[in-house]
């Protein structure tokens, strides 16, 4: 009788679906069903999705068969927002460093357009760091755009 329902169609049809069920929730656990956008603000908490809403987000990482290491942002925004976001997240707004810094530089192969962070003029508009949700982030203010990138805290 056991032979004879291990060899049935239920059977099998019931070892597929569990198959199929563990490789769905496999995969729904690791992101996969996730846009760039959501990921980035899952990873950036409740105090972070503010920032994200209206950008155009890319991701990049070293490993495709991974979750990306860092995602880029860009939208528009006046002072005043950018200081309200940045201040609600508990990052301090400071003038934007004289020193070219090379994490605006987009990774080879990134293309983000409207991205111009690391041209902009040294010293000029706003900047705030700091770690928010599981991410580290840098913001940078300028002349009405908001230029965000968030790298994964290890």
């Given at each position: 009788?056991?032979?004879?329902?291990?060899?049935?169609?239920?059977?099998?049809?019931?070892?597929?679906?569990?198959?199929?069920?563990?490789?769905?929730?496999?995969?729904?656990?690791?992101?996969?069903?996730?846009?760039?956008?959501?990921?980035?603000?899952?990873?950036?908490?409740?105090?972070?999705?503010?920032?994200?809403?209206?950008?155009?987000?890319?991701?990049?990482?070293?490993?495709?068969?991974?979750?990306?290491?860092?995602?880029?942002?860009?939208?528009?925004?006046d002072e005043?927002?950018?200081?309200r976001l940045?201040?609600?997240?508990?990052?301090?707004?400071?003038?934007?460093s004289a020193?070219?810094?090379?994490?605006?530089?987009?990774?080879?192969?990134?293309?983000?357009?409207?991205?111009?962070?690391?041209?902009?003029?040294?010293?000029?508009?706003?900047?705030?760091?700091?770690?928010?949700?599981?991410?580290?982030?840098?913001?940078?203010?300028?002349?009405?755009?908001?230029?965000?990138?968030?790298?994964?805290?290890?």
């Open positions: 009788m056991a032979r004879k329902l291990a060899n049935g169609p239920k059977f099998k049809l019931v070892v597929l679906l569990g198959v199929f069920l563990l490789a769905w929730f496999g995969l729904a656990e690791m992101g996969f069903f996730m846009s760039e956008k959501s990921e980035l603000k899952r990873l950036l908490g409740e105090g972070g999705a503010g920032l994200i809403d209206g950008a155009e987000v890319v991701a990049w990482g070293l490993d495709p068969d991974h979750k990306p290491d860092a995602y880029y942002a860009l939208r528009g925004m005043g927002g950018f200081r940045a201040t609600q997240a508990g990052l301090p707004v400071v003038p934007a020193l070219a810094e090379a994490i605006w530089k987009l990774p080879e192969g990134v293309k983000l357009p409207g991205w111009a962070a690391p041209s902009l003029p040294a010293g000029e508009g706003l900047q705030a760091r700091g770690g928010m949700g599981d991410a580290n982030v840098w913001l940078r203010w300028h002349a009405g755009k908001l230029y965000i990138v968030a790298l994964r805290a290890s």
